[in-house]
T-cell receptor, first 115, second 110 residues
């Protein structure tokens, strides 16, 4: 199946710093990428949908100025958590779909801990 | 009301047992249904899609009941490696967004 990578796999940072997470589709062109967040023992919550070359669409309650998403190419989307705070600590997962958009392929996730 | 609801479990079963659990969804316009498996601290992985007529993949059987708005997953002859959290996933709109349940935890013991 298709492969999606994420980097870094885990990050620990101080409160107030910004953290950038990369999501790459390795063997296919991802026309759409999704960013999710998962808190312990909870379901994945969709944060935003990004299409290559256009602005991301954010879900209700997700601050677009805090979670900056860039989908500059068909193989790369980035999520930047700006001025991270302890409550932003979570498991961030991206997924990607190709042109047919039949299946979402998930990245391995990034575990963020903000101290 | 949550879009997708699941019994969190845990379901603790011995090896070789059969375990089954359901998930309900709130939007009658939901179109596509899936079961994903998520291991501890890992990303979800597609286990199987769920079709209207029900479908089977080896030891796993999925059923869809549109009238009652639930889907089910049955695991036969459980293996230790089946221990995981099973996520019920529903696609409602035509925009390929997925709604996830919180998961049902299954633990298979030797």
């Amino acid at each position: 199946g298709a492969v999606v990578s994420q980097h870094p796999s885990r990050v620990i940072c101080k409160s107030g710093t910004s953290v950038k997470i990369e999501c790459r589709s390795l063997d296919f062109q991802a026309t759409t990428m999704f960013w999710y967040r998962q808190f312990p023992k909870q379901s994945l919550m969709l944060m935003a949908t990004s299409n290559e070359g256009s602005k991301a669409t954010y879900e209700q309650g997700v601050e677009k100025d805090k979670f900056l998403i860039n989908h500059a190419s068909l193989t790369l989307s980035t999520l930047t958590v700006t001025s991270a705070h302890p409550e932003d600590s979570s498991f961030y997962i991206c997924s990607a779909t190709g042109q047919k958009q039949e299946t979402q392929y998930f990245g391995p996730g990034t575990r963020l801990l903000v101290l | 009301r949550k879009e997708v609801e699941q019994d969190p479990g845990p379901f603790n079963v011995p090896e070789g047992a059969t375990v089954a659990f359901n998930c309900t969804y709130s939007n009658s316009a939901s179109q596509s249904f899936f079961w994903y498996r998520q291991d501890c601290r890992k990303e979800p992985k597609l286990l199987m899609s769920v079709y209207s007529s029900g479908n089977e993949d080896g030891r796993f059987t999925a059923q869809l009941n549109r009238a009652s708005q639930y889907i089910s997953l049955l695991i036969r002859d459980s293996k230790l490696s089946d221990s995981a959290t099973y996520l019920c996933v529903v696609n409602t709109a035509n925009d390929y967004k997925l709604s996830f349940g919180a998961g049902t935890t299954v633990t298979v013991r030797a």
